[in-house]
């Protein structure tokens, strides 16, 4: 009988998720790379976000303690009314679309998120937001397809949303050979702001 290990540890971050007509609108864009890079590690739609604040491994008993303050972050928030728009790559590994829209509160939501985190006793030692949805990574010596993918979204403009809600995810990187996938632990509509 095989006994089934529970890790004391979760590979957690803080992300935006853009609605499913907004991904589907770039998954449509994506067709020709689809076809034209199948040996790419693309990212499962249903995984698309825009990290906030990776936190890296942490002992599953911090999780709890974030609850409260980001739903408490999310309630005063309003919706940030952000769109997808072009590509481009990290180091011809990496494959993203950017994000358009209110980029001064994204970064003032990324920078409060960030303190929130710190005064919850998490040491946070983040690099710059840089606004992104990762797409697909580069197999280990084919990077050639990964600028020439970027390339091919550079006319892609989507549609305006409203990110309504903070997300607290998981993931099970580092797991296994497999796709990293990735699951809400929780998430908060933002309020009104008021």
Sequence with gaps: MKHQTHSTTVRVFIALAPPDDAKEELERALLPAYEAYPRMRWNRIE???IT???????PVAAVPGLRGP????A?????LRLALRGGGHFDERVLWT??????DGLHRLASEVRSLVTECGIPYEGRPLRPHLTLARARRGDTACVPEAAAGLSGFTG???HAARLHLVGS???RGPGPIHYRD??????GDGD
């Excluded at 980001?70 to 972050?73: K, V």
């Excluded at 309630?75 to 919706?79: L, M, Q, T, V, W």
Aim: proline share 5%; hydrophobic share 50%; glycine share 14%.
């Design 159 to 161: 549609r305006p949303w």
């Design 172 to 174: 099970n990187i580092g």
């Design 47 to 49: 995984d698309w976000h």
């Design 185 to 190: 632990i929780e998430s908060w509509a933002f």
């Design 98 to 103: 950017g994000i358009d829209g209110d980029l």
């Design 70 to 73: 980001l739903s408490g972050l």
């Design 52 to 58: 906030l604040a990776f936190l890296g491994e942490l």
């Design 75 to 79: 309630a005063i928030r309003r919706p």
